[in-house]
């Protein structure tokens, strides 16, 4: 079995954890961590919940490409929304990035995440 911890050039770098992690052997599969809706900075996006779902959902996206995957491999996903916020609105925007692609999905609601600002944040597990 071989383990390759996935960090986009896209994606802001941080030395705590890792954007994604792929195993390889038999089969292949990505785990990729918790994203926020955060820039290439690491900066929170603004605008509430809608703008944020969609960075979260396009970080993601970045992770699983490094793979060589996309949302058609995503075999399960888990939706962090911070009590207060409309999960429709979360809904809407991730239609705009992710589309109509059934998948197993737990949607959470927390009353906090471990970044304070972050309203969303979405870790997905991919076969690849």
Known sequence: MEITHLNPDTLH?????????????????????GQNGTDASGAIVPGGLGPQTEQALSNVLAV????????????????????????????????????????????????????PDALVEVEVIAAV
Request: proline content about 5%.
């Open 13 to 33: 770098t941080n030395p705590a954890f890792s954007q994604g992690v792929i195993v390889r052997g038999a089969h292949d599969t990505l785990y990729v961590g």
């Open 64 to 115: 699983l490409a490094d793979a060589g995957a996309d949302q058609s491999n995503v075999v399960r996903m888990a939706v962090y929304v911070v009590a207060g916020q409309s999960i429709d609105e979360g809904y809407a925007a991730s239609l705009k990035v992710w589309g109509p692609n059934p998948t197993a999905l737990t949607a959470l609601v927390v009353p906090g995440l471990g970044r």
